[in-house]
């Protein structure tokens, strides 16, 4: 899952957004030094991603890309799946995605203070180029793709998975549906048992 699954899986709760948001810049045991929600939000977003990695429908989708992209396959099925998560927004919220998107950024500001070092130097270009809104649309998620390539030092070939994502576009649809709702599930049930 990347960052728009992460944050909307997160439900209601600013802090528990926001620590699930920025928790791949944080490594070991969350520091005390977070609010305790926003330390439930790191937890969570561990528990997401293992159970992500270990569920058959993800592993397909990965499956399907291994031969060309190999390790890589995970992330890019990641962003995959925020793109269908951005394109059927309606299914699974009454808030628009524009206003949904715009809200998150401003909570990042109004809680600045809190974020990580890494955090705070992704805002300014999450903001300008509207990364959580561009995910509907491939060619935002292309442009997404080019960006991750880069910071591989075009490595990974990662800028082609367009070219996947348009050929298998139903099947890759549909595991990310049926995963989705598996996923909810899996949250709500450990969202009562969090413990910083």
Do not use: C
Not at 109 to 132: A, F, G, R, S
């Amino acid at each position: 899952m990347n960052f728009l699954a992460h944050i909307y899986l997160s439900g209601d709760n600013d802090l528990l957004k926001i620590g699930n948001f920025m928790a791949d810049g944080v490594y070991g045991k969350p520091s005390e030094n977070f609010p305790e929600d926003i330390q439930k939000g790191i937890i969570l977003h561990r528990l997401i991603d293992s159970y992500t990695d270990a569920h058959p429908i993800f592993r397909q989708s990965t499956k399907r890309l291994h031969p060309v992209y190999h390790h890589y396959s995970g992330v890019i099925i990641d962003i995959y799946y925020d793109h269908f998560l951005a394109k059927n927004w309606g299914n699974y919220s009454d808030i628009p995605l524009a206003d949904y998107t715009q809200h998150f950024y401003n909570l990042l500001q109004e809680n600045y203070d809190v974020l990580t070092e890494k955090t705070k130097n992704m805002i300014p270009y999450m903001v300008k180029y509207n990364w959580l809104l561009s995910y509907a649309s491939v060619e935002g998620i292309s442009r997404i793709l080019e960006q991750m390539d880069k910071r591989t030092k075009n490595k990974s070939g990662m800028r082609n998975a367009k070219n996947e994502l348009v050929a298998y576009y139903a099947e890759f649809e549909e595991e990310f549906t049926e995963y989705f709702e598996a996923v909810q599930v899996f949250v709500q049930e450990k969202l009562p048992t969090l413990q910083s």
